[in-house]
């Protein structure tokens, strides 16, 4: 079994555990070249940990044998990305989601496809106004006719690769909040031993969803924290040729309808 990056001991007590991942022994590359070859690893092959629709309040993790149910889930996270997804019809609509989107965006900065375009900018007047909360539905609900979701590479366990977790616009806030507070305090995300739970909320249409919380565990240690950003400069390249997330943005559009 591939040791875990993190340590319950402290460093005094007991050295940190080697990965064989990114340095040292070239396992991962290894496992890629067995099991990918010569193709390249694009978002969707990530193993993804869902949110669960219907306000359920509990992770649907991936593993070899299958999907379970975790009340929580704990580790680091070794990167974070935004990105944006528009479909032009509305949520409703039997066939939405189901096609490529019109427009989407790998850096939620600027879009590709119709309409294109900054997705924000300084000078409101460039940004584009489907971007803009109100309008959704055509005017008619407060959130976003074009999706935000944020993406984090979370790293647990003996995972040679880090699992992707897609959070949907609902949970922006409270990952926003989590960011904020670790700046606060000088911890980079990376650098942060997080726990991620799950809160049902009920929306305005009396129908229950589920938000992401975030708690803060512990700093990691100096030895943990080299790891993380070997993992981190790991990932990094592979996001040069990964789209957005429509999946996570498809399915928050069909609770949406």
């Known amino acids: 079994m591939i040791p875990n990056i993190i340590t319950t001991e402290t460093e005094t007590a007991q050295p940190d555990v080697a990965l064989a991942t990114t340095s040292g022994g070239d396992s991962f590359i290894d496992a890629a070249a067995a099991n990918i070859g010569q193709g390249t690893i694009t978002v969707s092959d990530f193993p993804r940990i869902k949110v669960p629709t219907g306000g359920g309040t509990q992770w649907l993790v991936p593993g070899l044998e299958g999907e379970h149910m ?22 409703d609509d039997p066939t939405a989601g189901k096609n490529p989107p019109d427009c989407s965006s790998a850096d939620a900065l600027v879009g590709i496809g119709r309409p294109g375009g900054f997705c924000s900018h300084e000078d409101s007047k460039l940004a584009c106004p489907l971007a803009k909360y109100g309008s959704d539905k055509g005017g008619k609900a407060a959130g976003q006719a074009c999706k935000e979701v944020k993406q984090l590479f979370f790293l647990r366990g003996d995972s040679l690769l880090p699992e992707v977790i897609g959070l949907p616009p609902t949970s922006l806030k409270h990952v926003r909040q989590y960011m904020v507070s670790l700046t606060c305090n000088k911890v980079p995300y990376f650098a942060a031993l997080t726990r991620i739970g799950l809160e049902k909320r009920i929306n305005p249409a009396n129908k229950p969803y589920a938000v992401a919380t975030f708690t803060y565990v512990r700093r990691l240690t100096p030895g943990e924290l080299t790891k993380s950003l070997q993992y981190h400069d790991m990932v990094a390249p592979m996001l040069q040729a990964m789209g957005a997330d429509t999946e996570t943005a498809r399915d928050s559009a069909a609770q949406e309808a």
């Open 70 to 91: 975790e009340q929580t889930i704990e580790g680091i996270i070794v990167l974070a990305r935004n990105t944006r997804v528009y479909w032009e019809k509305s949520a």
